[in-house]
């Protein structure tokens, strides 16, 4: 019997994820997410971007300050919500802002990134990262080879 070579769920997501980020109009990091639901199901989607009507040109070159929306709450605004345990994709480690956002979701059980993010702001006082905030809050959370 030969063997399953179809993409995985976790390959589909993070490729969906990677598709998304090239909508974004940030010259330094264009990022992507990808929600799908516990049927492994697209439920929502996003880049970040600034606000509908907006100019699509970054603020500031410093981090933190681009004045883009970020991509999580993109997808997470943009869901179809089809009830718990979704999985959330993205191109980069999310931010602590981020990582409280898909707290409060309440939805969301997993999320899986590929690239590491840090906020100098955060580490250089000790603060957690966006990913071992969403750990304490019982959220599996992984990173995805790139």
């Known amino acids: 019997m030969a063997s399953d070579s179809r993409p995985s769920f976790d390959d589909l997501g993070m490729a969906t994820a990677r598709l998304w980020a090239t909508r974004s109009p940030d010259p ?56 718990d345990a979704h999985t959330l994709y993205v191109t980069h480690e999310p931010c602590a802002t981020c990582a409280r956002l898909i707290v409060n979701s309440r939805r969301v059980r997993r999320v899986v990134y590929e690239s590491t993010y840090t906020e100098v702001v955060r580490s250089d006082s000790g603060l957690p990262s966006g990913a071992a905030i969403l750990r304490h809050s019982e959220i599996e959370v992984d990173q995805a080879p790139a």
């Open 28 to 83: 330094k990091v264009q990022v992507g997410a990808c929600l799908l639901d516990h049927h492994n199901r697209v439920v929502g989607v996003g880049y970040n971007g600034r606000a509908a009507g907006e100019p699509n040109e970054r603020e500031s070159l410093e981090q933190g300050h681009s004045g883009f929306i970020h991509a999580e709450v993109n997808a997470l605004l943009a869901a179809n919500w089809n009830g």
